[in-house]
């Protein structure tokens, strides 16, 4: 079944191209993964074998396999990002899952500022780059491992982890 309009309640797939899109203002998987592309340097085929799915107004879920569309769940998969608003937002998740890959928009922080950040706060980390949201990183155990996302701007990085995800380290 197809609709023309967007339903909170229902998990529809991501169209692929432009030229598939039935309801307004609904990415198409060739939207998602260029912008990761674009944004954190990923390469396209790490989303291969993942399926792209919205449910309410642009809250993109990615499923790691395939069911038939629309599907009458309340969840599938994990959330991945936030569309339908100026900036697109990753997720937490998202960059804790994919973000090993990124080459571009990763903050490594320090011990000092990966903790601050961890608890929620902001910080005002040595970064150089773009502006808007960035993958944040931190090095663990000799490897640089995806710990979030922060809104980096006017200096500061604010920590967007999810207030029943914060810890204090």
Same mark, same amino acid.
């Given at each position: ?33 260029? &912008? &990761? ?17 919205? %449910?309410?107004?642009? %809250?993109? &879920? ?26 697109? %937002? ?72 999810? %207030? ?6």
């Amino acid at each position: 079944m197809t609709r023309r309009e967007n339903d909170g309640q229902v998990l529809d797939r991501l169209p692929a191209t432009a030229d598939e899109r039935v309801v307004e203002g609904r990415a198409t998987r060739r939207e998602v993964v260029g &912008w &990761w592309v674009d944004r954190f340097g990923l390469e396209p085929a790490t989303f291969d074998g993942h399926t792209f799915w919205e %449910k309410g107004a642009g %809250k993109v &879920w990615a499923f790691a396999a395939d069911v038939g569309s629309p599907a009458d769940v309340e969840a599938l998969g994990m959330t991945f990002l936030r569309t339908r608003q100026e900036h697109w %937002k990753p997720t937490t998740d998202a960059v804790q899952r994919f973000g090993r890959g990124a080459t571009r928009n990763v903050v490594v922080l320090d011990d000092a500022d990966a903790r601050a950040f961890l608890r929620g706060e902001t910080t005002d980390p040595d970064w150089d780059g773009d502006w808007g949201y960035l993958a944040v990183a931190h090095e663990i155990a000799g490897d640089v491992e995806p710990v979030g996302v922060g809104l980096y701007l006017h200096g500061e990085l604010r920590s967007q982890m999810p %207030k029943g995800r914060r810890r204090e380290l």
